[in-house]
């Protein structure tokens, strides 16, 4: 982006609304769409944008707010009073120096994208002028209106409580973003006044002062209508939910993704993906996930900050969170694997599996409803159905050793710490409290007796 390389770029976000329509004491600006707050979206733009400064005007529930946003580099400042916009923009400028290009966003506006933002930006840069994000709307009421003269000329904005029955008509509206430099914008913050319908302090008010200063008034526009709504309730968040989920959606389907139904796909966080990878409907991804080429998730998978090598298959209703597997492995339907699960190659895990803090080397299956935690396990084990690893004496956790081509008869548990060593088989319904021998058939099961000659209890009459 080289449209504006003269001026340093401050953003300013205004968030000191009170947001009490969306009945929560969390703060509005604070509400996630794709698990992050608004106002991080806009501020993850701003930073894209490259903005030397971002200053955040904030009100209500500050404190919470600021740490929330700890991680970044922020100017806060206070609007004790909600006088209006150009009061709210009044108290950051001190702030800016006068030569820098400011840009205005809105922390409730979070799906602003930084495309249309640079055409803005390009705007101001265009016959240095006061560049106003406008659109056409089917339905423009409730917003201010541009009002052009007949040579197309942008005059002023009318807000909608101050606009005659003509000017209602107009479906050009303000989306209250706009780029000017900044000591243009001080002389008419400071020639403010409120004498409107609302009383207010209008930052709009600023475009007839550039149009009897002589100022250039260009217009850019957004892609999206959904890039300019705000969000001032609980209906208002779900759509832009949605909205947001199918733009990114639609990004990852022209990267090649397979999606089943984009409509029914949540993304909150970032996926990588390889060639002809498949997920089908209800998948949830969280954090940081990367499925290499050939994987395929089946229906209601969530995944969280996991890595899945190349042909992996993972099967309806499975949840996996931070774990890697290798290649070809086939996971689920309804497994589940906990934090610091490493699959190898060519790894099986069936139903009703949880794997938690363990190793698993290539070619091994724990197919059938079994528990296996703080275990290393060798190549090609058979972890027959019911088995599981008794990890746990209720103060200290211990480890599990499983050595390669190990055979575990079903319904077996292993009583860490014990080794399994190369080799070994377990019979079936075993307790193994010690270390096996290699290649050695392991048993603890008491003798089975037959009791001729036994009755089985009977119902007693009343
Ligand atoms: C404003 C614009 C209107 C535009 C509309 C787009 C003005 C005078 N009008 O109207 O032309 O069509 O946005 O949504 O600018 N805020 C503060 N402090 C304040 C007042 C507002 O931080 O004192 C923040 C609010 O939190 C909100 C934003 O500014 O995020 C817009 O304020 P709001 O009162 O909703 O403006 P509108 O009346 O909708
Ligand atoms: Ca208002």
Redesign the pocket.
């Known amino acids: 982006f080289i449209m504006f390389v003269d001026s340093s770029l401050s953003v300013v976000v ?4 009170q947001g009490t329509r969306m009945k929560s004491t969390l703060p509005k600006v604070l509400h996630c769409i794709a698990g992050r707050p608004l106002v991080e979206h806009v501020i993850t733009d701003a930073l894209e944008l490259g903005a030397t400064d971002i200053h955040i ?1 904030f ?1 209500h529930g500050g404190e919470q707010v600021q740490q929330a946003l700890s991680a970044y580099d922020l100017n806060w400042v206070e ?1 004790t009073e ?4 150009g ?2 923009v009044e108290q950051v400028l001190p702030a800016i120096p006068d030569d820098h290009l400011v840009l205005l966003l ?3 506006v979070p799906l602003i994208t930084v495309q249309t933002l640079q055409r803005l930006i390009a705007a101001a840069a265009t016959g240095d002028a006061l560049a106003l994000l406008t659109a056409q709307l089917a339905d423009p009421t409730g ?2 209106r541009i009002v052009r003269d007949a040579g197309e000329k942008v005059q002023c ?1 009318v ?1 909608q409580k101050d606009a005659s029955t003509e000017q209602l008509a107009i479906d050009e ?4 973003m706009l780029a000017v430099k900044a000591d243009r914008l001080k002389k008419w913050i400071a020639a403010l006044d409120n004498n409107n319908a609302q009383g ?1 302090f ?3 008010d600023i475009v007839g002062f550039a149009v009897a200063d002589g100022i250039i008034i260009n217009t850019a526009n957004p892609d999206e209508i959904c890039e300019i709504e ?1 969000v001032n309730n609980k209906r208002q968040l779900a759509e832009l939910e949605r909205a947001y989920q199918l733009r990114q959606a639609r990004q990852l389907m022209d990267a090649g993704l397979t999606l089943r139904d984009p409509a029914r796909f949540d993304l909150r966080g970032e996926l990588i993906i390889g060639r002809d990878v498949e997920i089908d409907i209800n998948v949830l991804i969280e954090g940081r996930v990367e499925l290499a080429d050939g994987v395929q998730i089946g229906p209601n998978v969530i995944l969280k900050n996991v890595s899945i090598g190349a042909g992996t298959q993972i099967h309806a209703n499975s949840l996996l969170e931070e774990s890697t597997t290798g290649t070809r492995c086939d996971i689920g339907p309804y497994a589940r694997l906990r934090p610091q699960t490493n699959l190898a190659n060519k790894v099986k895990i069936g139903n009703f599996v949880e794997i938690k803090k363990s190793n698993i080397a290539d070619g091994s299956k724990v197919n059938h409803l079994s528990y296996v935690g703080d275990t290393t396990m060798g190549s090609d084990v058979n972890v027959g159905a019911g088995t599981i690893t008794c990890n746990y004496d209720g103060a200290n956790k211990y480890q599990t050793i499983i050595g390669d081509n190990v055979f575990i008869g079903s319904d077996t548990q292993l009583v860490a710490p014990v080794v399994v060593a190369d080799g070994t088989t377990i019979g079936a319904g075993s307790t193994i409290t010690k270390d096996t021998s290699a290649g050695a058939l392991t048993l603890s099961r008491a003798e089975q007796v037959s009791v001729k000659g036994w009755k089985r209890p009977k119902k007693k009459k009343l």
């Not at 205004?14 to 609304?17: D, F, K, T």
């Open positions: 205004l968030a000191a609304g005007v009100g609007q909600q006088l209006g916009t009061h709210a809105y922390g409730d917003y201010g904005i807000e509206i303000n989306t209250g207010e209008y930052l709009t705000g």
